[in-house]
C-alpha cells in the first residue's frame, strides 16, 4: 500500500465501531415492553401508516339480510414518543382510526384509540404472543381485536363491542351509538389497501 492509500486507510477498530452504529429504527431503536405482535401491523417507524378496508356488495348484503355493516375500515398510525426524562427508552405508539358504514344509514361512524400495550413484562409477552391484538376506544368505549395474515396482507377482525359517532358529532357522547357485533357482525376479513384508498372512504 502507498503511503497516500495509507493516509486515508481508516484503523480496523475504527471501521468496526461505525459499521457497529445501528440504524435509526432497528430493534434496539424499540423500548423494552414492546408488544411485538404489532409489527405484523406496521412497522415501528415514526408516521408509517397500514390500511385496511372492506367494502360489501349489493349481493353479498342481500345474502344477509342481518348484516349492518356496508362497508368497514381501520387505519393503523404509529407514533415515536421521545423520552420525557434522560435514561427513558423511546416509545412507538400504535393509534388506530376506525370507519364505517352501516345499512340504511347515511353517513360514516368513526372512533380511534391505541392497539396493543405500550408496556408489559417479557413473561406478559410470552403468553400473549399468539393471541389477537386488541384495539380499543378510551372511556369504556370498547373496541375490536385483530389477526394479521398473509403476512399483514389481510386482517381478521372479531367485533363485539365498539363506541362509534358521526362526523358531526363533534365528540358528544350523546351523539355516539355502541356498534355490536350481530348475527352476521362479528367476523370480518379486511384486505390491505393504500393510505389514499382508505382516506377516499373516511375522510382524513
Known sequence: MGRSMMRYALP??????????????????????????????????????SCFLRRYDAAHMKARSKQRVEVIGLCVKVERLQPEEKGEPIRYVYNFDFATKLRGRGGILKTGGECGFSHMPPEEQKRIASKPIWCGVDCDGGGITLEPRKEGGELLARL?????????????????????????????????????????????
Request: hydrophobic share 45%; aromatic share 6%.
Open 12 to 49: 480496523t477498530a475504527v471501521l468496526l465501531a461505525i459499521l457497529a452504529v445501528p440504524p435509526v429504527f432497528a430493534q434496539s431503536d424499540i423500548q423494552p415492553g414492546f408488544d411485538k405482535r404489532l409489527l405484523l401491523l406496521a412497522p415501528a417507524e415514526d408516521k408509517a401508516e
Open 160 to 204: 363485539s363491542r365498539i363506541r362509534v359517532e358521526s362526523e358531526c358529532g363533534g365528540g358528544d357522547e350523546s351523539k355516539a351509538i355502541d356498534l355490536e357485533g350481530g348475527a352476521d357482525d362479528k367476523v370480518f376479513v379486511i384486505p390491505r389497501v393504500s393510505v389514499d384508498d382508505y382516506r377516499a372512504f373516511a375522510g382524513k
